[in-house]
């Protein structure tokens, strides 16, 4: 499941990566609206979304398909880790937010924003420490792709 903060970073990896991809060949601007369609998708969750996306592009490829197939399975092994990690990261930042709220006192709102506004921060940060892993990945994924054009 996408958190709204790691889906920000998603986001923004996607404009990023989509920029990154020179619309000369017909599979390359296939590739960049099915990255439109998927950042501007807003009637299925986030990882149908993303789903749509995976489905979308070999068929950009044609006889190619199994190259761009190739790119996506190597660009999701890529991700794995640094998902990983930021997920774990996320998962302590929690875990000690809940630590936190149980020694509020009750009614204490001052301890349980404070609290709140710690593991927000947390989690933001988790997700910044993973943007430049994810974006090396975007950029190998870009360069994949280009070379099944």
Same mark, same amino acid.
């Given at each position: 499941?996408?958190?709204?903060?790691?889906?920000?970073?998603?986001?923004?990896?996607?404009?990023?990566? #989509?920029?990154?991809?020179?619309? /000369?060949?017909? =599979?390359?601007?296939?590739?960049?609206?099915?990255?439109?369609?998927?950042?501007? *998708?807003?009637? %299925?969750?986030?990882?149908?979304?993303?789903?749509?996306?995976? %489905?979308?592009?070999? &068929?950009?490829?044609?006889?190619?398909?199994?190259?761009? /197939?190739?790119?996506?399975?190597?660009?999701?092994?890529?991700?794995?880790? &640094?998902?990983?990690? +930021?997920? /774990?990261?996320?998962? %302590?930042?929690?875990?000690? $937010?809940?630590?936190?709220?149980?020694? *509020? +006192?009750?009614?204490? %709102? #001052?301890?349980?924003?404070?609290?709140?506004?710690?593991?927000?921060? *947390?989690?933001?940060? *988790?997700?910044?420490? $993973?943007?430049?892993?994810?974006?090396?990945?975007?950029?190998?994924?870009?360069?994949?792709?280009?070379?099944? =054009?």
């Amino acid at each position: 499941m996408i958190r709204p903060s790691s889906a920000v970073v998603v986001c923004a990896l996607l404009l990023g990566a #989509g920029a990154a991809i020179a619309a /000369s060949a017909p =599979a390359l601007q296939c590739v960049q609206q099915a990255r439109v369609d998927e950042k501007t *998708c807003t009637t %299925q969750a986030r990882d149908q979304c993303a789903a749509a996306f995976l %489905q979308a592009v070999p &068929p950009c490829f044609g006889a190619n398909a199994p190259c761009a /197939s190739g790119c996506l399975t190597a660009d999701a092994s890529c991700e794995a880790g &640094p998902r990983a990690r +930021r997920d /774990s990261c996320t998962q %302590q930042c929690n875990a000690k $937010a809940r630590t936190a709220l149980k020694g *509020c +006192r009750p009614g204490a %709102q #001052g301890c349980s924003l404070a609290a709140k506004l710690k593991a927000l921060k *947390c989690t933001q940060k *988790c997700a910044r420490a $993973a943007v430049p892993a994810l974006q090396g990945c975007t950029t190998t994924l870009n360069g994949c792709l280009k070379g099944c =054009a």
